[in-house]
C-alpha cells in the first residue's frame, strides 16, 4: 500500500517520508548510540516481531526502528 509522500514499513506502518532525514543500518555504532541515548517515548518500533534491519531519523526527534534494509528504504523514497 502506497500512499502520496508517505512509504509502506512492511505490514506495520507507514512514515512520512518528507519528515524522514537520515537513514542507517541498526548494527553501526553510531546509530545504536543514537537510539540508546533517545527517551523510550522518542522511539517507534515498527518491524512487526521481525528482526530489527533500519532506523530511520525523523525531523521531530523521533527514530522509527524497522525491519526493512537501508536498500528497501532508499527505493521506496524513490517511488514516493
Known amino acids: 500500500m502506497m500512499m ?10 507507514v512514515v512520512a517520508a518528507d519528515r ?9 555504532a553510531p546509530i545504536k548510540r543514537l537510539v ?4 523510550l517515548a522518542r522511539i517507534v518500533v515498527l518491524t512487526g516481531g521481525r528482526r530489527r534491519q533500519s532506523v530511520l531519523v525523523l525531523d521531530s526527534g523521533h527514530v522509527v526502528v524497522t525491519a ?11 517511488d514516493a
Open 4 to 13: 502520496k509522500n508517505w512509504i509502506a514499513i512492511g505490514d506495520v506502518g
Open 20 to 28: 524522514i532525514v537520515a537513514v542507517g543500518p541498526i548494527e553501526s
Open 36 to 39: 540508546a541515548a533517545l527517551p
Open 68 to 78: 526493512l534494509s537501508v536498500a528497501e528504504i532508499v527505493a521506496a523514497l524513490r
